[in-house]
């Protein structure tokens, strides 16, 4: 089986500041690992995966997630937010083979001016 | 390309109803999944299906069903409905099987149970 754990639930930050958005996961089997990003009343759009190859993978909206299988975290971290960053971030992974994505608690992302 | 459509976007039933929920993927996607959302329990996987046939099937009661048809459109099912079933259902679809194709997800049908 498979979790994903997103210890933090909110995450207040300024406008132009870093932000990281941190995730661990649990998995006895290979797992694709997904960033997905949700507007209020939306559904959820992929911001970026990992599936294999470069372990530092980018968004076209400038956020980027390292993988790392040591600590089994998919970390997904933007150099300078904009107010339109605002949104719920929910981390995920799907056994390989399988379109069964197991979610994180996600994060709720505040960015303020 | 038209995305994934959820119908109806929101819906409020009575307890001991059931409900049945429609989505349509996009053009060229067979598989469909469906997910839970709730704020206690978050998103949770119910069952995806490929090509008409149920392929997995999440942790929930067998109140829930679904189908799928053969233009792919798929529907989902809840019998016997009781007020945790209040939630937002989303729908995904893909254009195959297997987690490293992109799912798509619908904006969801809202679900009170009253």
């Known amino acids: 089986a498979q979790s994903v754990t997103q210890l933090d639930s909110q995450v207040p930050v300024f406008e132009e500041a870093p932000v990281e958005l941190r995730c661990n996961y649990s998995?006895?089997?290979?797992?694709?690992l997904f960033w997905y990003v949700q507007y209020p009343n939306q559904g959820l759009q992929l911001l970026l995966k990992?599936?294999?190859?470069?372990?530092l993978v980018e968004s076209i909206n400038g956020f980027e997630a390292e993988f790392n299988k040591s600590q089994t975290s998919f970390h997904l971290r933007k150099p300078s937010v904009h107010i339109s960053d605002t949104a719920e971030y929910f981390c995920?992974?799907?056994?390989?083979?399988?379109?069964?994505?197991?979610f994180g608690t996600g994060t709720r992302l505040l960015v303020s001016p | 390309k038209a995305g994934v459509t959820q119908t109806p976007r929101y819906l409020i039933k009575t307890r001991g109803q059931q409900v049945t929920l429609s989505c349509s993927p996009i053009?060229?996607?067979?598989?469909v999944s469906w997910y839970q959302q709730t704020p206690g329990q978050g998103l949770q996987f119910l069952f995806e299906?490929?090509?008409?046939?149920?392929?997995n099937k999440g942790n929930f009661p067998g109140r829930f069903s679904g189908r799928q048809f053969s233009n792919s459109r798929s529907e989902m099912n809840v019998s016997t409905l009781e007020l945790g079933d209040s939630a937002l259902y989303l729908c995904?679809?893909?254009?195959?099987?297997?987690?490293?194709?992109?799912?798509?997800f619908g904006q969801g049908t809202r679900l009170t149970v009253v």
């Open positions: 998995s006895s089997v290979s797992v694709y």
């Open positions: 995920a992974v799907t056994p390989s083979g399988f379109q069964k994505l197991v």
């Open positions: 299906y490929f090509s008409e046939t149920q392929r």
């Open positions: 990992y599936l294999s190859g470069s372990t």
């Open positions: 995904a679809s893909s254009s195959r099987t297997g987690g490293d194709t992109e799912a798509f």
């Open positions: 053009s060229g996607h067979r598989s």
